[in-house]
């Protein structure tokens, strides 16, 4: 039996994976054109403004304002809907945690509902119970790239008169039955962080059908000021969360390779789905087939550390690290991370305030359970070949070999 890296072994990954981000010379070319051109602020360039055409059209929406990033997207299109302090806005338990914080940004109260067990997506099952007369929106949030139910969430988001921002931060290009998400209903967050499907260091886009929420969006991101304002008249409490000249120039060329990308991930999760489905103690994330595009944004499974001899999570991520694969243990549930356990909320809120709830008692099983147990792999583990996905299989398969045997792990 081959030693593990971490043991003094070779690791099982035999060459790099690709490298992320990825550029070429139209990236350098782009934002040098852009550095000469002199006009590097959106209200004077010309690159946001034909950036927010691009990908709105790429996604079968009418209308896009571009911003700082994906965060403060939400923040925006909650004000801009209206959302007022101390309002409720239902988010699902297991995301990255700027999908709760951002609500806490506006003076709103997110409310916490539990994530479907195969696609870790807002369950829509455990969604009504959920409202109240104090909610005002509702984020679904499309994890590693899965669409959530938007069928199910939708019917009940009507049926109760509420608007759906989708969070779309890691589902540049999804599609939910034949059609590209992020206007489905009211609107859709994406986020161009380091990581993410499409980038630029950092960025963020708000896409919706209706013009008049997207001008409000743009005011409460241009500190308050109409587009055509030249006499300063600032009209709300905004913020400056515009996109530079030089983020939305790289964001565009990203843009011209996103759709082979996305081809080369689909075709490489359904092989990696098929080598891991008979391997003891993983379990990918499910698929509702009702997603016809899943750009995968990150490739997730269960770990199930009794197929592993009880190796922590922590420690097989570690062990995977060292065999070449880059992996991470997920999120925790929203309400388990220290700003809510401790009830770190200023300077939007008190601690006491009576408005909170105790999220302490917050119950989200499956939410919590995911966040327990799951693992997932960087995109850009995806993008290689076939040989490449066969080498994060023999490595989990290396791994739980070694933590079955007499031979310790490291």
């Known amino acids: 039996m081959q030693n593990l890296s971490l043991n003094g072994g070779t690791a099982a990954k035999s060459k790099p994976f690709p490298e992320w981000p990825m550029f070429d010379e139209r990236e350098i070319a782009a934002v040098t054109a852009v550095v000469e051109s002199r006009q590097w602020w959106r209200t004077t360039g010309t690159q946001v403004k034909e950036f927010e055409k691009e990908f709105a059209a790429y996604h079968g929406a009418k209308f896009a304002v571009a911003v700082t990033n994906g965060t403060q997207a939400i923040e925006l299109a909650l004000a801009a809907l209206g959302v007022s302090p101390g309002d409720e806005v239902i988010v699902p338990a297991f995301s990255f945690i700027s999908t709760a914080t951002a609500v806490l940004c506006v003076n709103a109260v997110p409310i916490f509902v539990d994530v479907h067990p195969d696609t870790y997506c807002l369950d829509p099952a ?23 139910n938007m069928d199910a969430i939708l019917e009940i988001a009507d ?28 609107a859709g967050i994406f986020s161009f962080q380091a990581g993410k499907l499409m980038t630029a260091g950092e960025g963020g886009l708000i896409l919706s059908d209706d013009e008049e929420f997207i001008e409000r ?12 304002d030249r006499t ?9 969360c515009r996109m530079s000249e030089l983020h939305a120039a790289m964001l565009r060329v990203q843009l011209e390779r996103l759709d082979e990308q996305i081809e080369r991930r689909e075709l490489n999760a359904s092989l990696l789905d098929q080598m891991l489905n008979d391997l003891p103690g993983i379990i990918p994330q499910g698929r509702d087939p009702r997603v016809t595009r899943h750009p995968h944004y990150m490739y997730m499974f269960r770990y199930d550390k009794t197929a592993f001899n009880e190796m922590s ?6 062990t995977l690290i060292a065999e070449g694969i880059p992996a991470f243990v997920a999120y925790p549930a929203m309400y388990r991370t220290p700003v809510f356990v401790n009830r770190a909320f200023g300077p939007h809120w008190r601690s006491d305030d009576p408005l909170l709830p105790d999220y ?7 939410g919590e359970e995911i966040g327990e ?5 960087h995109h850009r583990v995806l993008l290689g070949d076939e040989e490449d996905v066969s080498e ?15 031979v310790a792990v490291a």
């Open 126 to 148: 455990k969604l009504e119970a959920a409202i109240t007369p104090r909610t005002r929106a509702i984020i679904p949030v499309h994890m590693a790239g899965h669409v959530a």
């Open 392 to 406: 994060i299989a023999e490595a989990i398969e290396k791994i739980r070999a070694h933590s079955r045997s007499a």
């Open 313 to 318: 999570r922590q420690l097989f991520v570690d």
């Open 232 to 240: 300063y008249q600032h009209c709300v409490l905004g913020s400056n």
């Open 217 to 228: 969006c743009f005011l409460f991101g241009n500190c308050g000021r109409p587009r055509t």
């Open 360 to 366: 302490s008692k917050a119950s989200c099983p499956v």
């Open 159 to 186: 049926r109760y008169d509420l608007p759906v921002v989708e969070d779309a931060a890691h589902a540049h290009g999804a599609e939910w039955k034949n059609k590209r998400i992020g206007a489905l209903q009211q």
């Open 373 to 377: 147990t799951v693992v997932w792999l």
